[in-house]
């Protein structure tokens, strides 16, 4: 005879501590004003994605914003695309959201990327609409150093989004189906 007990779909069961641990590394790295790296592992159906859902539900009660992609095991043909998305989808919402959230999204990373913003345009068109237009075209360099200054103008721009009054979690799910730039 099989036991039918019911659980709560939103409920997490025996991850307390680990719920505990995640949202402390989350506030601590706001207080230090440091990045911080989290990785959870686990098997297949063990409730990763929904320990990290729960901590969002409970850091956006404390001003965290977040980025969250999916990796997808298929799509490693256009490298990035899942960290695009990701990103376009946050500026896409923060375009949805009031003039004042705006207002300081856009100033951050036009003062941290400065004339690089032109470079990050063409790969994230939710940013052209959140900042509006630019004129400033990349000079055209070298495959190398091409992608050495999208890296530079990607950091500063991660760098510029994530305040101690607003920081920001970049969550990416499915990690073995990375296409390598994306690591």
Partial sequence: EIDRRRFLVDKLYGRDSHLSELID????????CSPELVLISGCSGSGKTALMKKAMCQL?????????GKFEQL??????????????HYFDDVGESG?????????????GTGDNV?????SFPSLEKLIGCHS????Q???????????YAFRSMVKSIS?????VVLFLDDLQWADMYSL
Wanted: net charge neutral; glycine share 4%; hydrophobic share 45%.
């Fill in 25 to 32: 590394v989350c506030l601590r790295a706001r207080s230090m």
């Fill in 60 to 68: 956006r009660e404390d001003g965290f914003y977040f980025i969250s």
């Fill in 75 to 88: 799509q490693h043909a256009e490298p990035l695309s899942t960290i695009v998305n990701a990103f376009n």
């Fill in 99 to 111: 003039a004042e959230r705006i207002n300081l999204t856009k100033t951050a990373i036009l003062e």
């Fill in 118 to 122: 032109g470079v990050l345009t063409v």
């Fill in 136 to 139: 400033t075209i990349p000079a």
């Fill in 141 to 151: 360099v070298g495959a190398k150093e091409a992608q050495n200054r999208f890296e």
């Fill in 163 to 167: 305040m101690a009054s607003s920081p």
